[in-house]
C-alpha cells in the first residue's frame, strides 16, 4: 500500500527545498515500512519508533539530515534488546508535525508500504 505524498504537513520553518521535500517524506516511509517493529506515542511531543537493529545507520543518517533541515526535531537512539528506539521530540508548537509522523508510521508499519 502506498502513502501520498504527505509533504503538504511539512511546516513553512522547514529549510529543505520545496521540491526535496517528497523525497525526504518517502525515505521516512521507507524506514518505516521496512524497518519499524513498533511506535509508541509517549507524549504529545515524543515519539519512540522501534527499527530493526540493521536499520540504525540508515536511520541516524536520516535523522541527522532532517535535523539540519528542520532543527525544531530532536533524534536520539537507544539500543533496546535486539532493536533500536528512533525516538523523536519535537516542541508543542510543532505537535502537528509529530502527529502526522506518526500517521505514516502506522500506515507503513500496517500497510506494509516499500
Request: hydrophobic share 40%.
Given at each position: 500500500m502506498?502513502i501520498?505524498?504527505?509533504?503538504?504537513w511539512?511546516p513553512q520553518?522547514?529549510s529543505?527545498?520545496?521540491?526535496?521535500?517528497?523525497?525526504?517524506?518517502?525515505?521516512f516511509?521507507r524506514?518505516?515500512?521496512?524497518?519499524?517493529?513498533?511506535s509508541?506515542r509517549?507524549?504529545?511531543t515524543?515519539?519512540d519508533v522501534?527499527?530493526?537493529?540493521a536499520?540504525?545507520?540508515r536511520?541516524r543518517?536520516?535523522?541527522a539530515?532532517?535535523s539540519?533541515?528542520c532543527?525544531?526535531?530532536t533524534?536520539?537512539f537507544?539500543?533496546v534488546g535486539?532493536n533500536?528506539v528512533?525516538r523523536?521530540?519535537?516542541?508543542?508548537?510543532?505537535?502537528?508535525?509529530?502527529d502526522?509522523?506518526a500517521?505514516?508510521?502506522?500506515?507503513?508499519?500496517r500497510?506494509g508500504?516499500?
Amino acid at each position: 500500500m502506498a502513502i501520498e505524498d504527505g509533504s503538504d504537513w511539512v511546516p513553512q520553518s522547514c529549510s529543505l527545498p520545496s521540491a526535496e521535500r517528497p523525497l525526504r517524506v518517502a525515505e521516512f516511509d521507507r524506514l518505516f515500512g521496512e524497518s519499524a517493529v513498533r511506535s509508541t506515542r509517549v507524549t504529545t511531543t515524543r515519539l519512540d519508533v522501534e527499527l530493526d537493529a540493521a536499520a540504525q545507520h540508515r536511520a541516524r543518517d536520516l535523522a541527522a539530515r532532517e535535523s539540519e533541515c528542520c532543527s525544531y526535531f530532536t533524534f536520539t537512539f537507544e539500543t533496546v534488546g535486539p532493536n533500536v528506539v528512533m525516538r523523536i521530540e519535537v516542541p508543542p508548537s510543532q505537535s502537528a508535525v509529530l502527529d502526522a509522523l506518526a500517521g505514516r508510521v502506522d500506515v507503513a508499519t500496517r500497510g506494509g508500504v516499500t
